[in-house]
């Protein structure tokens, strides 16, 4: 094991700001390579994760506004209103992530359901088999369901 390894595995945050370093001084034979891509692609692992998390929040929430009305709140609009941004930012940030948003809400949606029923405890067929919002509503900030 090389020492930019068992940096790696100790100290992952050094680790990456040596790589870093070593890239900038274009020293790219003292790079461990597979590592390296190894952390890429769990960075955009977890940038589709946490895409798809707040997506399942969104939407959970949106089905909660809109099938008990009753219930309704500061906090859930609120939490509707923190998601967009955030998602929206992340967006701005990684525009290429808006490839992934309809896979990202098909995705999200079973576990929002689950959490819209557990939460309201209303039945499940009350509820839509598929998600009900379109891309574009998920993302208005206008956007508020009603009863249908």
């Given at each position: ?43 955009a692992k977890r940038d589709r ?22 219930q309704r709140s500061g906090s ?73």
């Amino acid at each position: 094991m090389n020492a930019l390894q068992l940096e790696y595995d100790q100290d992952f945050y050094s680790w990456i700001y040596k790589n870093i370093d070593l890239l900038k001084q274009r020293k790219f034979s003292e790079i461990d390579v597979d590592i390296l891509i190894d952390e890429l692609e769990s960075m955009a692992k977890r940038d589709r994760r946490e895409l798809t998390s707040r997506l399942m929040i969104l939407i959970a929430h949106l089905l909660k506004w809109q099938f008990q009305p009753e219930q309704r709140s500061g906090s859930w609009q609120g939490s509707i209103d923190e998601q967009r941004v955030k998602i929206v930012k992340q967006l701005e940030e990684s525009p290429s992530l808006k490839n992934q948003l309809i896979e990202g809400i098909k995705a999200a949606f079973p576990d929002a359901l689950k959490l819209a029923i557990k939460e309201t405890k209303l039945p499940s067929k009350m509820f839509p088999k598929e998600c009900p919002y379109s891309m574009e509503q998920l993302l208005d900030e206008d956007f508020y369901p009603h009863i249908q």
